[in-house]
């Protein structure tokens, strides 16, 4: 009965161990498919007013390369040590039938903690940007 006992746990534990081994360790999405590049705003829209802890929402237009072109993420850059944001695209690297450019849209969402005047800074070129200016009370 005891050597039954013991089997059963060394098997349970060679079982706990082969399933917890085979887990993988890495989360990161697999990227080598894609290429990553800087996109340019052409357009912001949203509001110029708002109030502490309220989350107000910018509809960004974007210019891709072409038509299989999509937003990633924004990046911080800075202009003329102001600070701002850019956009950066995800396009495959297999290539795209439509080499068109093509604006996209994407949405950037902030909620003010504090009153004060505030400014978005997105990248319309590697020199300029759009300010949309905010003030919250």
């Known amino acids: 009965m005891k050597k039954i006992k013991l089997q059963s746990i060394a098997v349970v534990l060679m079982l706990v161990t082969f399933l917890s081994s085979c887990s993988s360790d890495n989360n990161t999405p697999d990227t080598s498919d894609v290429i990553f590049k800087s996109s340019f705003a052409t357009d912001v829209n949203g509001p110029t007013t708002g109030k502490v802890n309220q989350e107000l929402t910018y ?77 919250i009370d």
């Open 59 to 135: 509809v960004i237009s974007f210019e891709v390369e072409n038509s299989c072109g999509e937003f990633q993420r924004f990046t911080d850059v800075e202009f003329k040590k102001e600070p701002g944001f850019q956009i950066e695209a995800k396009y495959p690297k297999a290539g795209c039938e439509s080499s068109t450019p093509t604006i996209k849209r994407t949405v950037y969402k902030i909620t003010p903690t504090q009153k004060g005047t505030y400014y978005l800074r997105i990248a319309k070129s590697d020199s300029e940007y759009i300010e949309t200016k905010v003030v």
